[in-house]
């Protein structure tokens, strides 16, 4: 056997070799780039997600929960429900520990100034002076008028415990 080498015919091309498609790798600047945009974004989306409160919202807050305690205090040393207290500087003052009235009264709780003076408070608007002296004249009118009798208590506190008893009763007042 004759081993010939075979020749292809001129018509029978060889398949050109594949080329394969460069990978283009991204120079080190774009990624650079890039990372530091990711890192702005992020810290961006996440302080706006959770901002940080004024300092003046920081005070209040602690302000709020200062107040919670000095009412939880004052309560139990006074032997006043906590509820009742919270009720009376809720429609007094709404919580405005710079409230003043129309009349004078001052602070939290609407001490009237020969009030605030008679139980000891120099500063009506220091909320833990305020809410105890407060407590405390809730504590005497609730001893006069009976600690089962909240309404006279609680319109001796408001219009005065001279009007209840003028009155013989909660004053026809607003």
Known sequence: MNTHTLALPDI???PA???RKPVRRP???ELLGFSVLLAVMATAYVSSRAPEPPAEVAAETETVVRIDE?????AERHG????LVIAIIAVESRFDTRAVSRRGARGLMQL????AAALGVRDPFDPEENIDGGVREVR????RFGAHNLPLVLAAYNAGENAVIQHGGVPPYR
Request: glycine content about 0%; proline content about 15%; cysteine-free.
């Open 12 to 14: 029978v091309q060889r």
């Open 17 to 19: 070799p594949r080329r």
């Open 27 to 29: 120079p080190i600047r």
């Open 70 to 74: 000095y009412i939880a205090a004052a």
């Open 80 to 83: 006043v429900p906590e509820e």
């Open 112 to 115: 009237m100034p020969s009030t």
């Open 140 to 143: 005497r009118l609730m001893n």
